[in-house]
């Protein structure tokens, strides 16, 4: 199942100019929620996590504004890392291996109190756990590290300072509003005269 998803994404992905790929649908017809997903890849420089979040809220799509990703269900993480992982193989950078990118989530206003920058509730998280080696258990609380960088080891998260030298941020978009035109009240009314009019009419021509 995830291969056939990576798979689909690279051909959603296409040939997209490595600096931002083609925004790619999590339709809910495959059990997602129509949103939108954007890689973007600061070329060659680091980007910090405010400046991302600033440039991906002035982003749009669809008359839809973005904002920093957002990965609230176990799911949700599987379709981004099949997305990131396109993009990744894609992009030229360290030969198509950094796959390293800023979400949106801070804690910089209380420490170990974690928050979706776009309101959503942080109920879901996939911190790195500890283990041997590099890096330690996530998220570690260090001085200044308030920021949520996805795929830090595999697939799982680490906090990072603002300026924690990454290149590349995810940008998501919401589903746009189903337009419900409403009927105008007179419209059916008219409907049902016309067929008043036109059984009159029948009634007419067969009494002739």
Do not use: C
């Not at 894609?90 to 989530?105: C, I, K, R, V």
């Not at 804690?107 to 790195?128: C, H, I, K, L, P």
């Amino acid at each position: 199942m995830k291969k056939s998803m990576i798979a689909g994404a690279i051909l959603a992905l296409g040939l997209a100019a490595p600096a931002a790929a083609a925004p790619v649908q999590w339709k809910a017809e495959d059990g997602g929620n129509d949103h939108w997903y954007e890689v973007v890849w600061n070329v060659g420089q680091n980007i910090t996590w405010t400046s991302a979040n600033a440039a991906a809220t002035s982003s749009t799509l669809n008359g839809m504004s973005g904002y920093l990703a957002t990965v609230t269900s176990a799911a949700e993480q599987l379709f981004l890392n099949a997305v990131n992982a396109a993009f990744t193989a894609s992009s030229p950078f360290h030969g198509g291996t950094y796959t390293t990118a800023w979400l949106g989530a801070t804690d910089r206003n209380s420490e170990g109190n974690w928050v979706w920058q776009n309101g959503e509730a942080f109920t879901y998280s996939n911190w790195y756990a500890e283990g041997w080696g590099w890096p330690v258990e996530q998220p570690n609380g260090w001085i200044f590290q308030n920021y949520l960088a996805g795929w830090e080891t595999g697939d799982k998260w680490g906090d990072r300072a603002n300026n924690g030298g990454l290149q590349k941020y995810v940008v998501e978009y919401d589903a746009p509003p189903v337009s419900n035109v409403p009927v105008p009240a007179s419209l059916p009314l008219a409907a049902a005269g016309f067929g008043i009019f036109g059984l009159i009419a029948r009634r007419r021509r067969k009494a002739a």
